[in-house]
Nanobody
Framework: QVQLVESGGGLVQPGGSLRLSCAASGSVNAMGWYRQAPGKQRELVATITYGGVTTYAGSVKGRFTISRDNAKNTVYLQMNSLRPEDTAIYYC????????WGQGTQVTVSS
């Protein structure tokens, strides 16, 4: 069993930045961030393998950066140049025999 604890969400103005963190209770393989806006399906934002290989959704490429600290079992999402359409609940995921999910953290981009 893996527990994931997210932090770092909040309210930010358009063009601003936020950094999300997600700490796993033990060593995991791939980790990622997904988001779900009101009335929409959950979508992939970014993933990172244990070795550091990353993938990004086209809508965030160049603005968001995913990284991880394997010693701390923690994944980060640095979000820059935020837009109102980035508003969503952001969920952390981690794989170890199955996929585990965090509880979600709200990100609101509004003036």
């Amino acid at each position: 069993q893996v527990q994931l604890v997210e932090s770092g969400g909040g309210l930010v103005q358009p063009g601003g930045s936020l950094r999300l963190s997600c700490a796993a209770s033990g060593s995991v393989n791939a980790m990622g961030w997904y988001r779900q806006a009101p009335g929409k399906q959950r979508e992939l934002v970014a993933t990172i393998t244990y070795g550091g290989v990353t993938t990004y959704a086209g809508s965030v490429k160049g603005r968001f950066t995913i990284s991880r600290d394997n010693a701390k079992n923690t994944v980060y999402l640095q979000m820059n140049s935020l837009r109102p359409e980035d508003t969503a609940i952001y969920y952390c995921s981690a794989d170890r025999r199955r996929t585990y999910w965090g509880q979600g953290t709200q990100v609101t981009v509004s003036s």
